[in-house]
């Protein structure tokens, strides 16, 4: 089983975004998708999408039926992108490790 992975989303040959996905070791047998950025340049391209979509499908492959996240909750823009594409709020939350003021949302999505 593999045990995480690293996805780069291009336009024209550019890198433009990024998305990692593993395995979370203080919650077993969850899969995550750990980090995610899209450029400002690429936003609204789909790029987005179909990072996310790669580490599903790894996850998926790896017997996963169920993808988690954690997102700020003071970012709108993100919490509302993974709520289109079919994340929920679970009901937990942590703080940051790095930044203790800063409260993460959990979310998940069930796999196909």
């Known amino acids: 089983m ?3 992975n690293c996805y780069l989303g291009e336009i024209d040959g550019d890198v433009v975004g990024m998305a990692t996905g593993g395995l979370n070791t203080e919650f077993p047998d969850t899969f995550w998708l750990f980090g995610m950025f899209v450029s400002p ?16 499908e790894w996850a998926k492959k790896q017997g996963g039926t169920e993808l988690y996240l954690h997102v700020s ?13 079919g994340f929920t ?3 937990g939350s942590v ?18």
């Open 2 to 4: 593999a045990l995480g």
């Open 41 to 56: 340049k690429a936003r609204g391209t789909g790029v987005a999408i179909d990072l996310v979509r790669a580490v599903e």
């Open 73 to 85: 909750e003071t970012m709108l823009r993100a919490r509302t992108f993974y709520t289109k594409i």
């Open 89 to 91: 709020p679970n009901g």
């Open 95 to 112: 703080t940051m490790d790095r930044d203790t003021s800063i409260k993460l949302v959990t979310m998940v999505k069930k796999l196909d």
